[in-house]
């Protein structure tokens, strides 16, 4: 089991950047796929990125695509989210989570399938203005 923690979350303008990160406790960070998540004011939470165990695939929702990367530093048990061209309804809760990956692949997180099996996060909030 991993313990997870975000960091990175603020206040920025839009078309501005944010880098989030999530580290892991424990040994098993590169046993598991992983999952950026949000969730906006009302809304219910949703997929934003998710990256295979090694880091060789990766899967965005449409609404990130070509402006948000995640990526994953597996030495450093870092998962990150580099967000750029932000807008205001990019305003959310970013969660991370983690999945087994012998159990969930990274391409059924990002359509958050058994999503009752992921470990999450705390969550940090970004906030962009217009």
């Known amino acids: 089991q991993v313990q997870l923690v975000e960091s990175g979350g603020g206040l920025v303008q839009a078309g501005g950047s944010l880098r989030l990160s999530c580290t892991a406790s424990?040994?098993?960070?590169?046993?598991?796929?992983m999952g950026w998540f949000r969730q906006a004011p009302g809304k219910e939470r949703s997929s934003v990125a998710a990256?295979?165990?090694?880091?060789?695939?990766?899967f965005y929702a449409e609404s990130v695509k070509g402006r948000f990367t995640i990526s994953r530093d597996n030495a450093k048990n870092t998962v990150y989210l580099q967000m750029n061209s932000l807008k205001p309804e990019d305003t959310a809760v970013y969660y991370c989570?983690?999945?087994?990956?012998?159990?969930?692949?990274?391409?059924?997180?990002?359509?958050?399938?058994?999503?009752?099996?992921?470990?999450w996060g705390q969550g940090t909030l970004v906030t962009v203005s217009s």
């Open positions: 989570a983690a999945a087994p990956r012998l159990d969930i692949t990274a391409q059924a997180m990002v359509n958050m399938r058994l999503s009752n099996l992921y470990t």
């Open positions: 424990g040994r098993t960070f590169s046993t598991h796929n």
């Open positions: 990256i295979s165990w090694g880091g060789g695939s990766t």
